[in-house]
Nanobody, 126 residues
Framework: QVQVVESGGGLVQAGGSLRLSCTAS????????MGWFRQAPGKEREGVSG????????DYADSVKGRFTISRDNAENTLYLQSNSMKPEDTAMYYC???????????????????WGQGTQVTVSA
């Protein structure tokens, strides 16, 4: 069975650092583009960042561009999301997702991602 598991969420102060990890099993990790999504209360789920199968290409939502970094370690089947400048507006449930559609790391449409983690809560205090 496919399992996608996020970790690293918690309480962060504004301006502080975040490092989320996502480990996938039961799939051939380097056959999948990966993405991070988030959903805040009362808002639709949005794509945060995506990364290509090889890790050679990345994209970011305008709201996090310049503040967040996505990366992957295919040898360890692990995806990361890092920031050193969190804002209260970043408060949300963060989800890791995998897609066999090679372009979806850029378009970040939720419907294109077939495998999802259960999410990890990130709360940023002012």
């Amino acid at each position: 069975q496919v399992q996608v598991v996020e970790s690293g969420g918690g309480l962060v102060q504004a301006g502080g650092s975040l490092r989320l990890s996502c480990t996938a099993s039961g799939l051939t990790f380097d056959d999948y583009a990966m993405g991070w999504f988030r959903q805040a209360p009362g808002k639709e789920r949005e794509g945060v960042s995506g990364i290509s199968v090889s890790g050679g290409s990345t994209d970011y939502a305008d709201s996090v561009k310049g503040r967040f970094t996505i990366s992957r370690d295919n040898a360890e089947n692990t995806l990361y999301l890092q920031s050193n400048s969190m804002k209260p507006e970043d408060t949300a449930m963060y989800y890791c997702a995998a897609t066999s559609r090679f372009w979806a790391w850029r378009t970040l449409r939720s419907a294109d991602f077939g495998y999802w983690g259960q999410g990890t809560q990130v709360t940023v205090s002012a």
